[in-house]
């Protein structure tokens, strides 16, 4: 069992440099041979120290693309950190894969604090951006800074996220200036649903201007990254140019510094039709689907419990 809380909690995560490779500023590193056994496939990169935003803009400087994924509770954080994942986002897509929400608009930050506190008590190397949920930071700079201050002080977040471009900026810039830092979210941000008209591609055409500016915007208002959902892949491969900073891609083609799903998307957990942009890497929905009958048609025939599972 790789996940004792002993070998997590002793970690190399105090952000030492010392215990790296010493050509590079990766938070990445071979495996070394007193950490618990990793997968087989060793050329997988496994954290090694705690992830910080220099990281990030490190691999940016290298052209070295970089994964995220969502998280929202222990176990799968836990093995998103032993699969090299350098950022886990608690997304307000919570408010879909968690809560059955029909959209992320109904989410609230009572709903969202309990699971972001679950990522960051379970991992030590990942960053932790905490998605700030719908009405909790629109009203003004002020409200993003106290909510974005719950999200560090009860979440124990590292950073948050809010969606907006240039009419945010303002909001970006405060809770920067706070010392909390911000990752913003451009193009499609599914919180404006019904102001951008249903879930489509935003920047197509003469939009493509306004989309630079947010991200210019964010840029100069501290963002420490952007996220791009659903944009056509030259405007958000232009972004990227122009960017000093790394614009994490959703639907944005490949040419963005990292890229970012949902993780029950990524792993076939969610049935039915998903958008374009998902690739399933596993059928989790298959494999908990047979494992639920499986263990339902042995409790019906008696074979489940057995001797070994069976207190005498
Ligand atoms: N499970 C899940 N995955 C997500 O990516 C996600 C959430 N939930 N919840 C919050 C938002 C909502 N997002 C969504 C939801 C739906 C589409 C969608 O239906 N896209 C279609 C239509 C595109 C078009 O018509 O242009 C697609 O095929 O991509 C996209 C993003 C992204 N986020
Ligand atoms: C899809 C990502 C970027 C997100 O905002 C979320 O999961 O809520
Ligand atoms: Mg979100």
């Not at 008590?121 to 719908?134: E, I, N």
Request: charged share 20%.
């Amino acid at each position: 069992m790789s996940h004792d809380d002993t070998s997590r909690s002793t970690a190399a995560d105090s952000g030492a440099e010392s215990s790296t490779t010493a050509e590079t500023t990766a938070p990445y590193g071979e495996p070394a041979g007193h950490q618990h056994a990793q997968p087989d496939d060793t050329t997988q990169p496994v954290l090694r120290k705690r992830v910080r935003i220099h990281h990030l803009q490190e691999m940016k400087g290298r052209g070295e693309p970089w994964p995220m994924l969502t998280a929202y509770d222990t176990y799968t954080a836990r093995l998103f950190e032993d699969a090299g994942i350098p950022v886990l986002l608690v997304g307000d897509s919570a408010a879909n894969t968690v809560y059955g929400y029909e959209s992320s608009l109904p989410i609230t930050v009572e709903e969202m604090l309990p699971l972001v506190r679950a990522v960051t008590r379970s991992v030590t190397k990942p960053l932790v951006v905490a998605d700030l949920p719908f009405g909790s930071y629109q009203g003004s700079p002020e409200q993003a800074v106290a909510t974005a201050a719950r999200f560090m002080k009860e979440g124990r977040a590292h950073a948050v996220k809010l969606e907006g471009g240039r009419r945010y900026a303002s909001h970006v810039e405060a809770v920067t200036a706070s010392g909390v830092p911000v990752m913003g979210h451009i193009g499609f941000t599914p919180q404006s649903e019904h102001n951008l008209g249903g879930y489509r591609v935003q920047g197509r055409g003469s939009a493509g201007d306004g989309l630079i500016a947010d991200a210019l915007a964010l840029q100069d208002a501290g963002a420490f990254a952007v996220v791009m959902e659903m944009v056509p892949a030259e405007i958000a491969k232009q972004i990227t140019h122009e960017l000093a900073i790394p614009t994490v891609g959703i639907g944005a083609g490949p040419d963005c510094d990292a890229q970012v799903l949902v993780w029950q998307d990524m792993a076939g957990l969610r049935t039915g039709r998903v958008p374009r942009f998902v690739k399933q890497y596993a059928d989790l929905a298959g494999a908990l689907t047979d494992a639920a009958k499986a263990f339902a048609d042995d409790v019906r025939e008696r074979s489940f419990p057995a001797a070994e599972h069976t207190f005498h």
